[in-house]
């Protein structure tokens, strides 16, 4: 026995399908329209209309950007290891849990320049049976000066899987621990891509006997990382 987890050929063998490209088309979508969308205004046409204390100054398009680091390229990144501290992030994501397709959404606050604490919450669909895992994971990094930023994860959460109709059963709950990395490619300094490889060990009693056994997953995915600041 399982518990029910979609990784268990006995209980869903229709599901052994590749990652859809059609599924991750969206993602990809969203991520490059965030990183390619011009964060910048047109000037204003009428020198009555800028006001005394006007600071922006246009750039050589006739633009006054928003961020003035971005003019020029909307890829380009600022010198010198990359920026953590007091910074949050959204991050969606699309991949596998065990042998099924999986979605997450990570949510993350980082207090210092090295550590962040991150919120996810995946969906691992499936025919006959489904699961949601929810957890709570420390984040480890060493600030680089370059695009790729590697990093650690650690975490502790809860996996519910949900019998479906099919099943005659209650939705079964399990400890669940998580644990490995992931790397990000910054096209800019508040847009990454992320993929992250874990394992996820989902810890119940045994049902062959007494005592606790434990059950590790693999859980792949990729997606996107959107930062912003939170104070200086």
Known sequence: MRYGLPEDPHLDSRRRTPVSLR????????????AYAP???????????????????????????LRPELEGSATQ??????QFLRRASFSPGYGRLGEQEYF????AYNPNSWLGW????????????????????????????RRIQPYASV?????????????????????????????????RDDVAM??????????????????NASYTYREFTFGFSFYRSLGQ
Request: hydrophobic share 35%; proline share 9%.
């Open 23 to 34: 599924a991750l088309t969206p993602l990809l979508a969203l991520g490059f329209l965030a």
């Open 39 to 65: 964060i910048s205004a047109h000037a204003e046409s009428e020198a009555s209309d800028v006001s005394p204390v006007e600071t922006e100054v246009p750039g050589n398009d006739g633009r006054t950007y």
């Open 77 to 82: 990144i600022s010198n010198g290891p990359r």
């Open 104 to 107: 997450v959404f990570r949510f």
């Open 118 to 145: 991150e919120v996810g919450l995946g969906h691992n669909p499936a025919h006959s049976v489904h699961g949601v895992l929810h957890n709570l994971s420390a984040v480890l990094r060493y600030p680089l000066p």
């Open 155 to 187: 975490g502790y959460g809860m996996l519910t899987i949900y019998p479906g109709q099919t099943i005659n059963a209650d939705p079964v709950t399990k400890n669940a621990l998580t644990y490995g990395g992931g790397l990000e490619f910054y096209l």
């Open 194 to 211: 992320r993929g992250e490889l874990l394992g996820t060990s989902v810890i119940g009693r045994d049902p062959t006997g007494p005592g």
